[in-house]
């Protein structure tokens, strides 16, 4: 278990160098820079010594190599550099901001599965009922649905209508202020885990260690529990997994319209000015993350199932 | 009560913020938000040109000059008086007395000398530097050539004598958010950025970084009585359909609205009464870069802008939010000419003048435009047509905003769609127009004729007011009849206040920015907000 273990750890490795030189090419050869940025929005004329100056303090003047050298170096020392924009650490600004990012994507990823698993399951054990035609139905609903609609329709309700919650903002961190934008970006993952979850619970239904556990004798509770959930399990991990892992990056848009303020406004905010070093460190944090989540998930898979180890 | 008052309805009526403000209570905390972003960069506002930070300054910070809105030009805000010497051109600031900083620091000239130097160092490379360019010597400080500025002089404590490089109006430069005072007696710069601490109204409390900044009644503020509120919450909110559910939700008290709104919000008997609206310092045009044939003659100009139905598009597509522009100058500049026509939608007109020039077949043009829903790509969108009626075929080339500038500001481009600021200043704003500044800087169309070299130049050096604005008005119309722009719009802001706010005022420079200090609620708000 331990070999198995690092070995997922140190595949991680190459990936996160690989994606560190794509964001540093990407963003070297989009058009705009900061400094020209600061004057984007229409509100001030053009300052060319400024921009001069800028470029200048930010080594946007020297050569690419020069700058590539420069940030390779640094990502070796585990240093994300300086933002243009707010002249602070990058690692200080994904600080501030982690901590309202893992809030929203663990409640998000927690309400998914307490209401997407269960009804999965129960939808499969029932094929065909109304439990089973109402999830379904539930499920291609909540996987339509532009999560940006489905946000401002839950503030009409819930804020405007029924006065229960607040519309937006991170208050004092409480969870009334969470509720809302944490069931708007669960809402996907939720669908895709309930379909995944009868897909997977009916698959193994008609498995032949199921026929046989059946002709045992075993009691029906027991083969769910015993033979049909374990072996489900698998599957429904592998969607938590990749789910949980991307939902930090899918928050963008629910935190801009809930203005949360986790690291995905914040990438916005640094992609539209420019802001080089936020932006990268932001993405590798996101893959990072990412990253993390799915060795986690091979390691649980192994738990769940040895086989997997054997492979 | 401010209804549905626009700024020149206000000017007119003589209406003065005392009126406005009359009947005031103490007490509350305001939920303002801030629209332009979902972060603040940094509470270090000398470092910051952006709009976002000025909500943070209007509430913590003071410059030498603020912006009076009902006057319509910076006044004195630090000093209590000065004295102007013959050539204008020496300013002697007799400094408050009673302005004290949150730390307990007294305001004292070294405090000014302190901060123009930190905006202006070169190792900082602030934005605020250019404007404190207007003081003779700074150039060479900027430069790293100097150790002092030289225009700047300690008479005593509570009095600074400025000398500037011309006879100018230093408020326009002095009033700005990047240049105002911080106390000279720090121990770690770095903490502007995490515990400002300025001479405002409002002393900082708490950031919530991608949320909110909260401020509190500074109790020892030099204004007698001010400020009215004892918190604000300066909420970000960059989405406006979020804004505008929790506006209705009574969560925010204010909302500035975009063109759907505007239009929504004015059919709404519970909200129309609460709009406040004004024209602010922005015009909207294309832009023609006259490196390219056609555009070199202004005939071909004259008539892009005789061909299209300017009225219609900002009545159809900006909703009303917005007055066609009749030349660079917006409505509330003192040397707007409210005599002057815009272009008349004339396409016969316009067909002749293109027949004139030799473009009787029409040609083709590129224009770079962002997807900004009042100047992008949806206004070209609707003008391809009329152009197309008079032989002119316009295509549309969509960037992203930042590489928008990036193309306007390295001249590649053929024609541009962009909102460019054209105030306060009127001097200013002109002086993109002069043949000497460069494209790079604000004369992206490569302006460049001598009679309005000339007439700006005499501007420059007049002191009088009114002849100043009289040969502002001429050069400007000079602009307006050489066409190096199509001249679409100017801005028309628009905020919606909640029926217990007072003390709002009308910013044409910026209409979400407002003076906290005179903002006042009222008996009739909810209790989270008494």
């Known amino acids: ?311 | 009560m401010l209804k549905r008052l626009t700024l020149a309805v206000m000017l007119g009526l003589g209406v003065s913020t005392e009126a406005l403000a009359a009947g005031e209570r103490h007490g509350g905390t305001l939920v303002f938000t801030a629209p332009y972003g979902s972060s603040f960069a940094t509470l270090d506002v000398q470092a910051s040109p952006n709009t976002q930070e000025e909500f943070i300054t209007q509430a913590i910070h003071r410059a030498l000059y603020d912006w009076d809105s009902i006057q319509n030009k910076p006044v004195l805000e630090l000093a209590s008086s000065e004295d102007v010497s013959d050539d204008g051109t020496v300013h002697t600031y007799h400094l408050r007395d009673n302005a004290v900083f949150h730390s307990g620091k007294p305001l004292t000239a070294d405090d000014i000398i302190y901060s123009y130097k930190r905006i202006a160092n070169p190792k900082n490379a602030f934005p605020g530097a250019s404007y404190i360019a207007v003081i003779k010597g700074a150039d060479e400080f900027i430069a790293g050539k100097a150790e002092e500025i030289s225009g700047l002089k300690k008479i005593d404590d509570h009095t600074l004598e400025v000398t500037f490089v011309g006879p100018i109006n230093p408020g326009f430069s002095l009033m700005q958010n990047t240049t105002v005072i911080y106390p000279s007696d720090v121990k770690d710069e770095a903490s502007f950025a995490k515990t400002p601490v300025g001479l405002g109204a409002f002393v900082f409390k708490e950031h919530i970084p991608g949320s909110q900044v909260v401020v509190e009644k500074f109790d020892k503020y030099y204004e007698e009585g001010k400020p009215y509120l004892d918190r604000i919450d300066i909420t970000l909110m960059a989405e406006d359909a979020a804004r505008d559910i929790a506006f209705r939700n009574k969560e925010i008290d204010v909302s500035i609205l975009g063109p759907t709104q505007y239009q929504a919000y004015q059919g709404e008997d519970a909200l129309k009464d609460h709009l406040l609206e004004v024209a602010e310092v922005y015009t909207r045009t294309i832009g023609f870069n006259p490196t390219f044939e056609p555009f070199k003659d202004k005939r071909v100009r004259q008539a892009i802008n005789y061909a299209i139905n300017t009225p219609l598009i900002v009545e159809r597509l900006v909703k009303n939010k917005a007055y066609p522009a009749s030349g660079w100058l917006p409505l509330s500049s003192p040397a707007f000419d409210k005599d002057k026509a815009p272009y008349a939608f004339d396409p016969e007109k316009a067909k002749a003048l293109l027949a004139e020039a030799g473009y009787a077949d029409g040609f083709e043009f590129e224009v770079t435009a962002s997807p900004n829903e009042s100047w992008g790509v949806p206004i070209v969108e609707a003008i391809l047509p009329m152009l197309k009626k008079v032989g002119i075929t316009m295509k549309p080339k969509p960037v992203e905003s930042s590489a928008l500038g990036d193309a306007v500001t390295s001249g590649n481009f053929s024609a541009y769609i962009w909102s460019i600021p054209s105030g306060p200043d009127p001097l200013n704003a002109l002086r993109c127009f002069l043949s000497t500044t460069p494209p790079s800087a604000c004369n992206y169309s490569s302006y460049a004729n001598p009679e309005f070299d000339k007439l700006f130049r005499a501007a420059e050096q007049e002191r009088d007011p009114t002849k100043q604005s009289n040969l502002l008005r001429q050069a400007n119309n000079l602009v307006q009849d050489d066409a190096p722009v199509w001249f679409f719009n100017y801005n028309k802001a628009v905020m919606a206040y909640q029926p217990w706010i007072h003390g709002l005022v009308p910013n044409a420079t910026e209409l979400a920015v407002q003076p906290y200090d005179e903002i006042w609620i009222d008996e009739t708000a909810p209790d989270s907000r008494r």
């Open chain 1, 1 to 311: 278990m331990l070999r198995f273990t690092l070995r997922r750890i140190l595949q991680v490795a190459p990936t996160v160098v690989v994606v560190a030189l794509l964001i540093f090419v990407i963003f070297s050869v989009v058009p705009g820079t900061f400094a020209v940025s600061l004057f984007a929005d229409g509100k001030r004329a053009a300052d060319p010594q400024l921009i001069a100056r800028l470029n200048e303090e930010f080594g946007l003047n020297k050569p690419l190599m020069e700058r590539f050298a420069t940030y390779v170096t640094d990502l070796a020392r585990f240093d994300l550099g300086t933002s243009f924009r707010t002249r602070q650490p990058v690692v200080d600004l994904i600080n501030d901001r982690m901590g309202a990012s893992l809030q929203l994507s663990v409640a998000a990823m927690v309400f998914a599965i307490v209401v997407g698993v269960p009804f999965g399951f129960l939808a499969a054990l029932r094929p065909g009922s109304m439990l089973d035609t109402t999830t379904m139905i539930g499920a291609i609903s909540g996987l339509s649905l532009p999560d940006f609609w489905f946000g401002l329709l839950l503030m009409y309700l819930f804020a405007l209508q029924l006065n229960w919650l607040p519309s937006f903002g991170y208050g004092d961190g409480s969870l009334q202020n969470l509720i809302l934008p944490a069931v708007t970006l669960g809402v996907t993952p939720l669908a895709l885990l309930a379909r995944t979850t009868r897909a997977g619970v009916l698959d193994v239904l008609n498995a032949d260690f199921i026929r046989t556990a059946h002709s045992k004798g075993m009691s029906e509770a027991k083969v769910v529990r015993w033979h049909v959930a374990r072996n489900a399990l698998v599957l429904i991990v592998t969607t938590v997994g990749l789910q949980f892992g991307s939902l930090i990056g899918q928050a963008v848009v629910i935190e801009k319209l809930f203005a949360w303020p986790g690291i995905g406004s914040l990438l916005v905010d640094s992609v539209a000015i420019r802001d080089i070093p936020v932006v990268q460190g932001t993405i590798l944090v996101i893959v990072l993350w990412f990253l993390i989540i799915n060795t986690a998930v091979d390691l649980v898979y192994a738990a769940i199932d040895p086989r997997i180890k054997q492979e």
